[in-house]
Nanobody
């Protein structure tokens, strides 16, 4: 059974930093890409950042220059370093992975809460 387990969320003051981690396990397929999405109350889930298996990265405009996505392909783990956090970054952050089955399948973590408040 495929599992994506996130960690690293919490409460931080504006201007602070957090690092999220997400480990994938249980899949017999390789990973095409991994990414982070977030959903704030009353809003739709939105892409934050994604990294492909050739290390190409994509970021939402709202986080460019503040967030950095990286991965450890050996550990099937993706990280999101979040700096200069703003109250608008408050949301539940979800990890997602696309696997190389055919057709490709996508798995989701349960989410981790990030709250930016003074």
């Amino acid at each position: 059974q495929v599992q994506l387990v996130e960690s690293g969320g919490g409460l931080v003051q504006p201007g602070g930093s957090l690092r999220l981690s997400c480990a994938s396990s249980g899949s017999i397929y390789s990973i095409n890409n991994m990414g982070w999405y977030r959903q704030a109350p009353g809003n739709q889930r939105e892409l934050v950042a994604v990294i492909t298996n050739d290390d190409t990265t994509t970021y939402a405009d709202s986080v460019k220059g503040r967030f950095t996505i990286s991965r450890d392909s050996v550990k099937n783990t993706v990280y999101l370093q979040m700096n200069n956090l703003k109250p608008g970054d408050t949301a539940v952050y979800y990890c997602s992975a696309e696997y190389s089955s055919w057709p490709p399948t996508r798995g989701w973590g349960r989410g981790t809460q990030v709250t930016v408040s003074s």
